[in-house]
């Protein structure tokens, strides 16, 4: 039995199953139906239905491959729209489970295709017609019975993300395979499941001040400073300080590279340094606290004496036994 079959008071039936909503420019809305393997478009202004694609009640003739079910993650897509294509082209993606039932295989199982995939589809509303623009399929013939997304990516490339199944794949525009990859591994990756994958670029500034160290080397000062989370950096600006809170004075910059950043102030022994944080715009994004010269190598610590060797017949007095 699969959930939402209605069979009893405690199993509600689940005949439609909303799983995504997505709002276009012009306020209306695209709704994924995944029990009645169809998407909508529905009428921001009085709610009325414009069109259906795929399920019982199609709008549209369906070319090859397009037909879906148990989907997730419809959207829309205006950006790919080819110069000349009129207001009755439309382009939407979603992710074609082709599958339904229970994770552990002890329930009632639907398959409509050998595997899952993400499309991409060109709807005419004049000719009512549906094409299948692009699929993407998973390279280990997988077949998720939920979850899942497909997200197109500024570059054209797109993201797939195999829900139940717990993987990933990134293709290029051209429906290469870039990257393949499950969320764990071994006995771990039978139970990890991801609702939706999506790939930003991620923007990291962290509420911590930098850290900073001031080392006294054999030929100079060498500073060292890193940003834990922080991705924004572009360049360290390093200061030395009269005094502790004294006036600044710039010895020079360096890019950052990498985690940690050092800076090399060579014949000279700088007893106060700061560091400020750059960013690609030249804006002072944090600034260290003021680091104090110390030495590179420290001094050892003294240790405890041991008293001298005593003979063996003489332990248990020097003991004290």
């Known amino acids: 039995m699969m959930a939402g079959s209605g069979y009893n008071s405690s199993d509600a039936w689940d005949y439609f199953h909303i799983n995504s909503v997505d709002k276009n420019s012009d306020g209306d809305y695209i709704i994924s139906?995944?029990?009645?393997?169809?998407?909508?478009?529905?009428?921001?202004?009085?709610?009325?239905?414009?069109?259906?694609?795929?399920?019982?009640?199609?709008?549209?003739?369906?070319?090859?491959?397009?037909?879906?079910?148990?989907?997730h993650h419809a959207r829309f897509h205006p950006e790919v729209k080819r110069d000349g294509e009129g207001e009755n082209i439309e382009y939407i993606s979603l992710y074609d489970n082709s599958a339904h039932g229970t994770e552990d295989g002890r329930g009632k199982e639907v398959a409509t295709a050998p595997t899952s995939s993400g499309k991409m589809i060109k709807l005419d509303t004049i000719a009512w017609t549906a094409e299948l623009v692009q699929g993407?399929?998973?390279?280990?013939?997988?077949?998720?019975?939920?979850?899942?997304?497909?997200?197109?990516?500024?570059?054209?490339?797109?993201?797939?993300?195999?829900?139940?199944?717990?993987?990933?794949?990134?293709?290029?525009?051209?429906?290469n395979v870039l990257f393949h990859t499950y969320m764990d591994s071994g006995y771990l990756?039978?139970?990890?499941?991801?609702?939706?994958?999506?790939?930003?670029?991620?923007?990291?500034?962290?509420?911590?001040?930098?850290?900073?160290?001031?080392?006294?080397?054999?030929?100079?000062?060498?500073?060292?400073?890193?940003?834990?989370g922080d991705t924004e950096t572009r360049t360290w600006q390093f200061y030395a300080l009269a005094g502790k809170h004294g006036r600044k004075h710039f010895l020079g910059e360096k890019s950052r590279k990498s985690f940690e950043t050092s800076f090399k102030v060579p014949g000279k022994q700088i007893h106060h340094v700061l560091a400020e944080a750059v960013d690609a715009r030249g804006k002072v994004l944090r600034t260290t606290g003021t680091a104090k010269l110390q030495p590179e190598v420290l001094p050892a610590k003294k240790s405890r004496a041991f008293p001298p060797m005593v003979p063996q017949n003489q332990q248990q007095a020097w003991m004290g036994l």
């Open 33 to 71: 139906a995944r029990d009645a393997c169809s998407v909508h478009k529905i009428n921001g202004t009085d709610g009325s239905v414009i069109w259906r694609l795929d399920g019982k009640s199609s709008s549209f003739t369906l070319g090859n491959n397009v037909t879906f079910c148990f989907q």
């Open 136 to 175: 993407f399929y998973p390279p280990d013939n997988l077949r998720s019975k939920s979850q899942g997304s497909t997200q197109v990516l500024p570059n054209g490339n797109v993201l797939v993300n195999w829900g139940s199944a717990g993987a990933l794949s990134e293709y290029d525009a051209k429906g």
């Open 189 to 228: 990756g039978l139970g990890v499941e991801n609702y939706r994958g999506f790939r930003y670029n991620w923007t990291g500034l962290p509420n911590e001040e930098p850290a900073i160290v001031s080392l006294q080397s054999e030929d100079g000062t060498v500073v060292y400073v890193s940003w834990n």
